[in-house]
């Protein structure tokens, strides 16, 4: 089944402790993307990748780090995580040309304490 | 003193009636845009897209039409059945970049039975 899966679902963490959060997609898509939602702000985007070792800032990338090492996968790195990073985070990927027709993740939960 | 919440923009319809979502848009240069929809507990979906060459594109049950003399794009649902209730988002490729891509802050569509 092609699908755009994230780990953990769920996320209680503390303030400046690192955390990742992972990012797989097994359809060869070139391109993936981060978001963060936030009631009343919608989607944001903070990373994107178009492809292998290929990665730039979207909306707002401050406190938040990505890789791509490999095609499928796009973990995001908080570094040290603040209570305003508290969000609902969306993976999305696709194939380059067509990022407009993203398939998302199921969502990550993240609480900062 | 008083905090003011930020809300989202709702529409409540009757099923079977037709539903319009607006979206405004501030970049006269956008040419290209794009619907999606989020059911609760779920990551965004691809609905419809539009380039600024067209005014009108219709898929099934859904039109989106565009007006750029106000910058102003709707999405048009017809017949709405009680599986349309989500929020619906209008984006846009941003910063002149194709792969960065802006989210309005949605609207949510109830469909009452």
């Known amino acids: 089944e092609a699908q755009v899966t994230q780990n953990p679902r769920y996320l209680i963490t503390v303030t400046g402790k690192k955390l990742t959060v992972t990012c797989s997609q097994n359809m060869n898509h070139e391109y993936m993307s981060w978001y963060r939602q936030d009631p009343g702000l919608g989607l944001r985007q903070i990373y994107y990748s178009m492809n292998v070792e290929v990665t730039d800032k979207g909306d707002v990338p401050e406190g938040y780090k990505v890789s791509r090492k490999e095609k499928r996968n796009f973990p995001l790195i908080l570094e040290s995580p603040s209570p305003n990073q508290t969000s609902l985070y969306f993976c999305?990927?696709?194939?380059?040309?067509?990022?407009?027709?993203?398939?998302f993740g199921p969502g990550t939960r993240l609480l900062v304490l | 003193g008083e905090s003011v919440g930020l809300h989202l923009p709702t529409l409540s319809v009757q099923e079977g009636d037709n539903s319009i979502i607006n979206c405004a848009y501030s970049n006269s240069a956008s040419d290209y845009f794009i619907w999606y929809k989020q059911e609760s507990g779920k990551g965004p979906q691809f609905i419809i897209d539009?380039?600024?060459?067209?005014d009108k594109r219709q898929g099934q049950r859904v039109t989106v039409l565009l007006n750029k003399t106000v910058k102003h794009l709707s999405l048009q649902i017809a017949a709405t059945q009680p599986g349309d209730s989500a929020v619906y988002f209008c984006?846009?490729?941003?910063?002149?970049?194709?792969?960065?891509?802006?989210f309005g802050k949605g609207t949510l569509l109830t469909v009452n039975p």
């Open positions: 539009i380039r600024s060459n067209m």
């Open positions: 999305a990927s696709s194939l380059l040309g067509t990022q407009e027709t993203q398939y």
């Open positions: 984006a846009e490729p941003s910063g002149g970049s194709n792969y960065k891509l802006t």
